[in-house]
């Protein structure tokens, strides 16, 4: 098996769920989540030739993803207006085909507020929720630790502020 | 193992797998086919032009009008010039997404800034030349026939309505160029 296809089968065994989660963050139409998370596999499969290991495979793997995700929602004609994330107040109203397609609320509303972020924002919300830590975000990111520790903060102001149990109950009632 | 913040994030997408090579392999033909169509459609458009400006200039030729006709022969050089600028600007640039995500999106800015920026000297500079070519030829025409202030009656309303047109064609470039500056600086004011 040559290098590339062993790293590809690495990372295909080690971040296909996160990829496929990336994809169908950004990306609300089913169909086109499916074909974005092969642009980024495809995207992914090219640039392993060029892995060069001064960084890790995770970190290459997501600034890949992250990239081709970057450059899908540019190329988008219609797409929600962004808000940074010190500007959001409440969490925006998922759309309703996603609730009925059997996910949580709080999976949709999340994803909703994913969609509704601009770069970097969104990015490290993608990373920080597949549970990478501060300096692995700012490695993919390319944001200082700082800045990173920032929106994270942020972040989990605005779900906590969201998600309390109360919320949850009334939700589920 | 990573800790997932939000557990129901991680419920999703757990039997997700990465897509076999071979059928990568055939995206990216497919890809490709996609591009060579678009290039296709753009010398088409191209020999289009040339046939148009080509037939005119033989007629005018033909009819002795020199003046009319060079300036016609001028203007399928202008879109030689533009179509030459469309094919070394629109020429695929291997593209590195392994970058970090602030480099790669900067980079896709400025390329996109500065191909906007560039749209009045590339684009509209060559196509306003040969436009001007053919409408000084017509005016010399025109003055010949029956005086400059007969020629003026005739032909200022299509040059206003050209020059309005390119102006504001220029007006929508520099703006999109604008935001993209601004893109760009604040990815640059991230820290």
New interface residues.
């Given amino acids: 098996m040559s290098k590339q296809?062993d790293l590809?089968?690495q990372?295909?065994e080690q971040f296909?769920?996160?990829?496929?989660?990336l994809a169908?963050a950004v990306e609300r139409d089913a169909e086109k989540a499916l074909d974005l998370?092969?642009?980024i596999?495809?995207?992914l499969?090219?640039?392993l030739s060029?892995?060069d290991e001064r960084?890790s495979l995770k970190t290459?793997v997501y600034?890949?993803a992250?990239?081709?995700a970057?450059?899908h929602v540019?190329a988008a004609t219609k797409r929600p207006k962004q808000v940074p994330l010190e500007d959001i107040g409440e969490l925006p109203s998922p759309a309703d085909p996603e609730t009925q397609a059997g996910?949580?609320i709080?999976?949709a509303q999340?994803q909703t507020l994913i969609r509704y972020l601009p770069?970097?924002d969104s990015?490290v919300m993608l990373l920080?929720?597949?549970?990478?830590s501060t300096k692995a975000i700012a490695?993919?990111?390319?944001?200082?630790p700082?800045?990173v520790g920032v929106r994270i903060h942020r972040i989990?102001k605005l779900?906590a502020a969201h998600f309390t149990p109360s919320n949850n109950e009334s939700e589920h009632a | 193992m990573?800790?997932?913040?939000?557990p129901?994030?991680a419920?999703?997408?757990?039997?997700?797998?990465?897509?076999d090579?071979a059928?990568?392999k055939s995206?990216?033909a497919k890809f490709e086919r996609t591009i060579k169509r678009r290039n296709l459609i753009e010398y088409a458009a191209g020999a289009l032009c040339f046939a148009g400006f080509g037939a005119l200039t033989w007629k005018a030729a033909q009819e002795g009008e020199f003046v009319i006709a060079n300036a016609y022969a001028f203007c399928i050089a202008c879109v030689a010039v533009v179509l030459w600028q469309l094919a070394a600007r629109g020429s695929y640039e291997p593209?590195?997404?392994?970058?970090?995500?602030?480099?790669?999106?900067r980079e896709?800015y400025q390329r996109q800034y500065e191909a906007l920026r560039g749209v009045p000297q590339w684009y509209l500079g060559p196509i306003a030349l040969g436009i001007t070519a053919v409408y000084t030829a017509m005016m010399i025409k025109f003055t010949e026939v029956g005086g400059l202030a007969k020629a003026l009656e005739g032909t200022w309303v299509p040059i206003a309505g050209t020059a309005a047109f390119f102006a504001f064609v220029w007006w929508l470039n520099w703006t999109a160029a604008r935001g993209l500056k601004k893109r760009i600086e604040q990815i640059d004011a991230?820290?």
């Fill in positions: 296809a590809y089968r990372a295909g296909a769920a996160s990829l496929a989660r169908r998370e092969q642009d596999h495809a995207a499969w090219s640039s060029r892995f960084s290459w600034r890949v992250h990239n081709v970057a450059d540019n996910r949580s709080i999976l999340v770069f970097p990015q920080w929720l597949e549970g990478e490695e993919v990111t390319g944001l200082s700082g800045a989990k779900l | 990573s800790q997932f913040p939000i129901d994030w419920s999703d997408s757990d039997e997700a797998h990465f897509s090579p059928t990568i995206r990216a593209q590195r997404p392994e970058e970090s995500c602030l480099a790669h999106l896709q991230l820290d």
